[in-house]
């Protein structure tokens, strides 16, 4: 049995982040065929018009390279499209495709069950303080 008073603050964070993709993941391949990672990106293209691969590998917090296969991945499954920037010759916008727009509503309710579950094994309190403190996290800079 797991030890409740256990402090190793980054293990039990880096153990919860893996339990919570992969149930995370296989709910939403179940439900819309993407993982999360591809979600994030896909809400990312979604809430920022004429977003960049550059813009959107800062957005995600990943090394550009990595947005480059993610993004090759969602364009080859049809979730996303690219077209040329309109004043970088180099660089490309992101745009979500119907494909994309339909995983996002096809996933939604299946995110909205996992957080709703997520608050009952918390409590609101629990939730919210965690939602607060992942916030701080997300965003030290130590």
Request: glycine share 8%; hydrophobic share 40%.
């Given at each position: 049995?797991?030890?409740p008073?256990?402090?190793?603050?980054y293990?039990l964070?880096?153990?919860?982040?893996?339990?919570?993709?992969?149930?995370?993941?296989?709910?939403?391949?179940a439900?819309?065929?993407?993982?999360?990672?591809?979600?994030?990106?896909?809400?990312?293209?979604?809430?920022e018009?004429?977003?960049?691969q550059?813009q959107?590998?800062?957005?995600?917090?990943?090394?550009?390279?990595?947005?480059?296969?993610l993004?090759?991945?969602?364009?080859?499954?049809?979730?996303?499209a690219?077209?040329?920037?309109?004043?970088?010759?180099?660089?490309v916008?992101?745009?979500?495709?119907?494909?994309?727009?339909?995983?996002?509503?096809?996933a939604q309710?299946e995110?909205?069950?996992?957080?709703?579950?997520?608050?009952?094994?918390?409590?609101?309190?629990?939730?919210?303080?965690?939602a607060?403190?992942?916030?701080?996290?997300?965003?030290?800079?130590?």
């Open positions: 049995m797991p030890d008073d256990d402090q190793r603050l293990f964070l880096q153990r919860a982040a893996h339990r919570l993709r992969t149930t995370a993941d296989r709910r939403c391949l439900a819309a065929g993407v993982t999360t990672a591809q979600l994030g990106a896909l809400f990312a293209v979604h809430d018009a004429g977003v960049t550059q959107l590998a800062r957005t995600l917090g990943l090394r550009e390279s990595a947005v480059t296969g993004v090759g991945r969602l364009t080859a499954a049809g979730l996303l690219k077209r040329p920037h309109p004043r970088e010759h180099r660089a916008v992101l745009e979500l495709t119907d494909a994309g727009t339909d995983a996002l509503r096809a309710p995110i909205d069950r996992f957080n709703t579950e997520l608050r009952e094994a918390l409590g609101d309190d629990g939730f919210t303080g965690a607060t403190a992942m916030h701080r996290l997300a965003y030290w800079e130590s």
